[in-house]
């Protein structure tokens, strides 16, 4: 059982997890406890209520009679402003009168079998068979008419709490919710640090680790997109934790528009993280009978660093977020054409680039920006999704059929969120752009963002991109958003784009469900939990240069796992430099993860199209232990000179070697495996290593005189 109840306590269990909570004076639900499981039930009432220090009772609120526990000292689940806690609280809400304070009293709980799927937001699921129960807390302001279902659901064997709530207004006015967080943790948390995931267009994944003093962190995104500037994500970690030891708390939420993680550490030594929508330009209009209800968040707990974090969330991302016939498939591998190219191409063009992706073995043709609307100089009428005839005077079918018959299967390339100025759409229908009263809607990158929360904007969306998938063989979709919103109509417009969005997504994918989607911003600028609901793969960075991109893939695993994140060799220059062979580097980078390339493969020499065929096959023989196998970070680049990624499945291990700079004469780099089975032996170009040795003694890695040298070793499984 996964979660039990108790007099006043509910315990909440996992594989290696424990999570406690307490409800105090029948009114606060109290965080008693979250960490390693208990192997025994345990009562932590007592705990809740020993007095912490002396406290000046005008400062601090009283909430025993004999006056020594003050609430100040205690953990709270949920916080309103009035609680006379000071602490950000969950929820801050406006009532009719003008008052924004609350005041909410425990009313009861339910425990269920199973998960319920939030309405119209992406979530992690269960599936018939897993050990998932659902705990609902129910709270109510009974003077204001406000009530609050707190839904903690536990996935036992994946070792993973959910957390969201839902308000639900039984007044007869309306309520304004200023900020509706998802979840609130009050920690004991001494000298803890906090790491999160930011950068910026080609400098995603950068992995950073800020002290928490008596401060308050708030790592957020303002631009009504998750974006590359900050990742739904945080860890509160042990100061001494790293990848492989200590106690790390984990975030995820599950949202692609603006967000916050408040991390905030009191006098008291508590510290508080809040997790949801961010209240920037925010307030929530909910009327009679309306209820809202907040996305998740995924709380991930490890006692063996951030290593362990990450393969919980991969494991449970990859199995439990992702959905559809290409969750469990492996993904093919595709030629882009859009960095060899960019917009101005022509239909032969492509064929030469499409044809010697199929000699080389490649799977899947994408055809990027650039194939849509009228044909005109010097104009991408984004928002006409129909196929430019002058490029395509044969028809697009023509195009896909001769890709088919090579044995590629053919992909193409929308953005279907942004309208041109000189598209036929906007002509027709300027009124379905976002717009703020008074002011000129901004451009950006030419385009303007269409409202997705107008249902007619929806259906148009719909329907163009289908009549373009029903017009031919089209087993792939790269849905790009490169832009982010700067005006609104109202404060409730940023979230409505976003459901709006999740709304036209249900619809393609549940009618589409042979077509694999890879979502897109900008390369990572909306790569987030949310988007991999619809989208099982994302477009990682449009920087592809090897050694950023190692950085970039590097942190992005953190949280997401290597399928979801799609690699390509780019266009670089590939002539054959045996000093520094940019174009292995960029392929052993790119085999890391979700494999590809983006280039004008006609243009290679004979020696590097034989280099790259060989990369091919290589990736083939290890694509199921890359993209579904557990991956363990080795070494940083954040951090060491060298960077090793391991890939370990049932029959196989792959290791991926990185070294940047020259090292003559350098110092012996030894590679400690793990996740082996100790009584394993693997066999590696004609050697045999016992699983045991290579974890205990390591593997040797000859280090040289090359800059960006790199290597990939593969050791398959013989007993
Ligand atoms: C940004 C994407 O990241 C690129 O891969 C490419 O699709 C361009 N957009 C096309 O406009």
Redesign the pocket.
């Known amino acids: 059982m996964a979660i039990y109840a108790t007099d006043r306590q509910f315990h909440l269990q996992t594989k290696n997890t424990s999570y406690i909570i307490g409800i105090y004076h029948q009114k606060y639900p109290l965080h008693l406890y979250w960490g390693g499981r208990f192997l025994k039930e345990v009562n932590l009432e007592y705990f809740a209520e020993e007095p912490v220090a002396d406290r000046a009772a005008g400062i601090h609120s009283v909430v025993n009679e004999d006056k020594h526990v003050f609430l100040t000292d205690m953990s709270m689940e949920f916080s309103v402003l009035g609680d006379g806690l000071y602490r950000t609280p969950t929820l801050h809400a406006k009532y009719a009168d003008g008052s924004t304070v609350s005041d909410f009293i425990y009313k009861g709980y339910k425990i269920y079998d199973g998960k319920s799927k939030p309405c119209g937001l992406p979530a992690v699921y269960a599936e018939a068979g897993d050990k998932v129960q659902t705990l609902e807390l129910y709270l109510e302001d009974e003077a204001r008419g406000l009530k609050v279902c707190l839904s903690y659901s536990v996935f036992e064997d994946f070792d993973v709490i959910t957390r969201s709530a839902c308000y639900e207004n039984i007044s007869d006015k309306t309520v304004e919710l200023l900020s509706a967080q998802s979840a609130t943790v009050d920690f004991y948390a001494p000298g803890y640090k906090l790491l999160h995931i930011c950068g910026d267009w080609c400098r995603e994944g950068s992995v950073e680790y800020a002290k928490l003093d008596h401060t308050h962190i708030c790592i957020d995104s303002k631009r009504g997109s998750s974006s590359a500037m900050a990742q739904p994500f945080a860890a509160l970690m042990e100061a001494d934790a790293s990848e492989t030891h200590g106690k790390v708390y984990a975030f995820s939420f599950v949202y692609s528009g603006s967000f916050q993680i408040e991390a905030e550490r009191d006098s008291v030594g508590q510290t508080r993280i809040n997790v949801g929508i961010s209240p920037f330009d925010f307030c929530w209009s909910l009327k009679e009978k309306e209820t809202f209800q907040t996305p998740e968040v995924v709380l991930v707990y490890s006692n063996q660093g951030i290593g362990k974090m990450s393969r919980i969330f991969h494991n449970l991302y990859r199995k439990r977020l992702c959905r559809g016939i290409y969750r469990d498939k492996v993904r093919p591998m595709v030629i882009?054409h859009?960095?060899a190219t960019?917009?101005n191409f022509a239909e032969e063009q492509l064929i030469r680039i499409a044809d010697f992706g199929a000699d080389i073995g490649l799977e899947l043709f994408v055809m990027?920006?650039?194939w849509f609307g009228d044909a005109r100089e010097g104009v991408?009428p984004l928002g006409d999704w129909f196929v430019n005839k002058k490029k395509f005077p044969n028809g697009l079918k023509n195009m896909v059929d001769h890709i088919n018959k090579s044995g590629m299967g053919f992909g193409i390339?929308f953005?279907p969120e942004v309208v041109s100025p000189e598209s036929h759409l906007y002509q027709d229908h300027p009124e379905w752009c976002m717009k703020a009263p008074g002011k000129e809607s901004t451009q950006m990158?030419y385009q303007l963002l269409l409202d997705f929360s107008l249902p007619e904007v929806q259906e148009y969306i719909v329907d163009t991109v289908s009549n373009v998938l029903d017009s031919a063989d089209i087993v792939y979709v790269?849905w790009?958003f490169?832009r982010n919103i700067v005006e609104t109509k109202n404060q409730m417009q940023r979230h409505k784009y976003i459901l709006g969005v999740y709304r036209v997504l249900d619809i393609l994918t549940e009618k589409y469900p042979n077509v694999l989607f890879e979502g897109?911003?900008?390369?990572g600028?909306r790569f987030d939990p949310g988007m991999l609901y619809y989208m099982p793969q994302t477009?990682t960075?449009?920087n592809q240069q090897a050694m950023s991109r190692l950085k970039i893939q590097h942190g992005m695993s953190m949280i997401y796992p290597v399928v979801s994140m799609t690699a390509h060799v780019g266009q670089i220059d590939c002539g054959v430099d045996k000093y520094n062979n940019q174009l292995n580097t960029a392929a052993m980078v790119a085999m890391g993860a979700n494999f590809g390339f983006?280039m004008d493969l006609s243009r290679l020499s004979k020696a590097e199209l034989e280099q790259v065929r060989k990369y091919v096959q290589i990736y083939r023989s290890i694509r199921d232990t890359v993209q579904f196998g557990d991956f363990y970070r080795l070494s940083s680049p954040f951090e060491e000179e060298n960077t090793a990624w391991e890939y370990v499945s049932e029959n196989q291990v792959v290791l991926f070697t990185f070294q940047k700079s020259s090292q003559v004469n350098g110092e012996e780099w030894r590679i400690l495996f793990q996740g082996l089975d100790e009584t394993a032996v693997y066999e590696s170009e004609g050697k045999e290593y016992d699983g045991e040795v290579l974890m205990k003694l390591g593997y040797r890695v000859l280090l040289g005189a090359f800059v960006n040298e790199s290597h990939c070793f593969i050791f398959n499984r013989v007993k």
């Open positions: 882009n859009w960095d960019g917009v990027d920006d650039g991408r390339w953005e990158f790269k790009d490169n897109c911003s900008s390369g600028g477009w960075s449009d983006e």
